[in-house]
């Protein structure tokens, strides 16, 4: 990604947090030995996403070279969504990068996450913004 490209999608990021409660964050680096889905469960920890007040944090890892990702969502999600509740976020995401897409990819990935995500948590008054909106890289 080029950097004017990262921008847009940290302003993707910021918009989807003007509705929602919820925190969205993007990790994305070469590859990983491990379990895709361990390495994006280690990164959520890393980037202390399990210390949201609501326990609502996704992240979005995606493994490049390994062409994958993982959306992981914290227990305040997972305990009151649907076992299906990310497969519009995947759909999204999966169809942008199939066609090499991948920062249109990500930005309607934070778009649709931030959509489902303020069904549960709809942004309050007094809400703060809790997680940092830029790119982590791996």
Same mark, same amino acid.
């Given at each position: 990604?080029?950097?004017?490209?990262?921008?847009?999608?940290?302003?993707?990021?910021?918009?989807?947090?003007?509705?929602?409660?919820?925190?969205?964050?993007?990790?994305?680096?070469?590859?990983?030995?491990?379990?895709?889905?361990?390495?994006?469960?280690?990164?959520?920890?890393?980037?202390?996403?399990?210390?949201?007040?609501?326990?609502?944090?996704?992240?979005?890892?995606?493994?490049?070279?390994?062409?994958?990702?993982?959306? %992981? !969502? $914290?227990?305040?999600?997972? +305990?009151?969504?649907? &076992?299906?509740?990310?497969?519009?976020?995947?759909?999204?995401?999966?169809?942008?990068?199939?066609?090499?897409?991948?920062?249109?990819?990500?930005?309607?990935?934070?778009?649709?996450?931030?959509?489902?995500?303020?069904?549960?948590?709809?942004?309050? %008054? !007094? $809400?703060?913004?809790?997680? +940092?909106?830029?790119? &982590?890289?791996?």
């Amino acid at each position: 990604l080029t950097k004017e490209e990262e921008q847009e999608i940290i302003s993707a990021i910021r918009t989807a947090e003007k509705n929602t409660s919820g925190e969205i964050r993007i990790h994305i680096e070469a590859s990983s030995e491990k379990d895709h889905y361990e390495r994006a469960l280690e990164v959520f920890h890393l980037l202390k996403m399990d210390n949201t007040k609501d326990a609502n944090a996704v992240l979005i890892y995606v493994a490049v070279n390994d062409k994958t990702f993982v959306i %992981y !969502g $914290d227990k305040g999600i997972n +305990d009151v969504v649907d &076992s299906n509740f990310w497969d519009s976020t995947r759909d999204k995401i999966q169809n942008r990068f199939k066609l090499s897409q991948f920062k249109q990819g990500l930005i309607d990935g934070i778009e649709e996450a931030g959509k489902v995500l303020s069904k549960y948590f709809p942004w309050q %008054y !007094g $809400d703060t913004d809790e997680l +940092d909106n830029t790119i &982590s890289k791996g």
